[in-house]
């Protein structure tokens, strides 16, 4: 597998030409860099929605219409977020809670500094430290350059994420003008 170390147009044209050697044609995925992506554990997270019904013996949140999170330089929207939480005696209005997944649909859209992503739905898994975008079409951008397939894997602690196909290949648009200039 080809890794591309970060995002920018002059990385990407070697991990292109990596992954047009070294990949086969019927499925193909890609690996990069999303530092932007990474969650920052000291930032507190402020979240808004329509609505909020929260289930303390399911141990569940549920945000519905116009939801909106943003921590630090991170904002995520959906039409929806379920969040599963645990602890023993944990509730979600006092804070107490240790945040297991979360859970997102009706349009998705991720953006952190000039990375972003729009999805149908995504899940968070806090465990491992995992957040999944897919569905028919997942496309992150960053500046001019554009990258489309149907599942993006983020892992929250590196930033490293993985893009795969739709039963094709990736596809990759990239702006020659944005090369950091030498």
Do not use: H
Request: proline share 2%.
């Amino acid at each position: 597998m080809c890794r591309i170390e970060k995002i920018s147009a002059s990385v990407l044209s070697a991990g292109l030409l990596c992954l047009a050697l070294a990949a086969p044609a019927v499925a193909q995925n890609t690996t990069s860099q999303m530092s932007g992506m990474a969650l920052s554990n000291d930032e507190p997270i402020q979240i808004e929605s329509d609505q909020l019904e929260i289930k303390e013996q399911e141990k569940k949140a549920y945000f519905t219409g116009n939801v909106k999170v943003v921590q630090g330089t991170t904002t995520m929207r959906a039409g929806k977020m379920t969040v599963l939480y645990t602890g023993e005696g944990a509730s979600m209005t006092s804070g107490s809670t240790d945040i297991d997944k979360i859970f997102l649909d009706d349009q998705v859209l991720l953006t952190s500094g000039e990375q972003q992503a729009t999805a149908q739905k995504g899940e968070f898994d806090m465990a491992s430290q995992t957040f999944v975008l897919s569905g028919d079409q997942v496309v992150l951008s960053e500046g001019n350059n554009v990258f489309k397939g149907c599942k993006l894997t983020v892992l929250m602690n590196t930033g490293e994420a993985k893009l795969d196909a739709c039963g094709g290949r990736v596809e990759i648009l990239l702006d020659p003008k944005s090369r950091p200039q030498q």
